[in-house]
């Protein structure tokens, strides 16, 4: 079994930056690809970014380009979600998840069948 635990949300002014890490523990999996999603109230859970196992690989919805950046430190099984230029747009709940597929393009990471694996969520709330 593997958990996927999220933490570093929290409450933050228009402007601002939050930093999301996702940290992984249990079974041992080969090369996952990682992923963020959010989802706000009422609405389908979003992509927001991929990396692969490398993290040579990134993809990013258009909404959060040039604002947030994904990375990850493998030696420490953990992704992070850097969030800056925060706008109340982009509260939710911040959703990571993990891939064990092969996946052949960073692109097709880019849709919630492409997990195995996910984080309870961490609530991010971005004020006007």
């Known amino acids: 079994q593997v958990q996927l635990v999220e933490s570093g949300g929290g409450l933050v002014q228009a402007g601002g930056s939050l930093r999301l890490s996702c940290a992984a523990s249990g079974r041992t999996f080969r090369r996952p690809g990682m992923g963020w999603f959010r989802q706000a109230p009422g609405k389908e859970r979003e992509f927001i970014a991929a990396?692969?196992?490398?993290?040579?690989?990134?993809y990013y919805t258009e909404s959060v380009k040039g604002r947030f950046t994904i990375s990850r430190d493998n030696a420490k099984n953990t992704v992070y979600l850097q969030m800056n230029s925060l706008k109340p747009e982009d509260t939710a709940v911040y959703y990571c998840a993990a891939s064990t597929r092969f996946i052949s393009t960073i692109q097709a990471m880019g849709v919630t069948s492409a997990y195995d694996y996910w984080g309870q969520g961490t609530q991010v709330t971005v004020s006007a």
């Open positions: 990396i692969s196992w490398g993290g040579d690989s990134t």
